[in-house]
């Protein structure tokens, strides 16, 4: 017959730590679908977050430029005319070596890694003159490669949809439930 060495300390079983590692499975399981959804949920918010604020800096930059800022939308944006601004024209935009700068860290990418777009009207006093545009977690501009699009929000849960900031505010973004 086998004896214990010592009787008083017991250990698991295999059987009992299987079991615990089965349902620490389980509930991994159960769980993982959210985490995810609330990560790419974050990299929604901080994508949102850099375009308003790469937004209001280059708003700034084009008030000061012609002394009028852009304003105003309507159900349709319309950005057939509007020219291709590329990262390092609006780096030297917003981030002169010379003087005043509008942001410390222009973000050249949105929260998935994606390069950001952005283009300008060539007539700076236009109503519409900027917009910068996120392709999200597929990396394929599908709004933004349309000449115009509808204005409003999409599901919060399409990650692959396109985040638009224009002239001041967001022109497609995720609609929060």
């Known amino acids: 017959m086998f004896r214990r060495r010592n009787p008083g300390k017991r250990g698991f079983s295999l059987v009992e730590l299987l079991i615990v590692v089965a349902i620490i499975g389980i509930i991994a399981s159960i769980t993982m679908p ?20 790469v937004g209001q800096a280059w708003m700034s930059w084009l008030t000061d430029q012609t002394g009028a800022g852009a304003a105003g939308q309507s159900k ?9 601004v590329t990262y390092p024209e609006l780096y030297s935009y917003l981030h002169p070596t010379t003087s005043f700068f509008y942001m410390q860290e222009v973000p050249q990418t949105d929260a998935w890694g994606s390069d950001l777009r952005f283009w300008q009207n060539p007539n700076l006093q236009s109503d519409r003159a900027i917009v910068i545009c996120a392709s999200a977690r597929d990396n394929i501009f599908e ?16 990650f692959d949809s396109d985040i638009v ?9 995720p609609q929060a439930k």
């Open 143 to 158: 709004t933004c490669n349309n000449d115009s699009w509808s204005i409003g929000p999409f599901t919060s849960t399409d």
């Open 34 to 53: 959210f985490l995810i959804n609330a990560l790419h949920r974050a990299k929604q918010r901080r994508t949102m977050g850099e375009l308003a604020l």
């Open 165 to 173: 900031w224009a002239d001041g505010g967001m022109v497609r973004w």
């Open 76 to 84: 349709i944006y319309d950005v057939s005319d509007f020219d291709i």
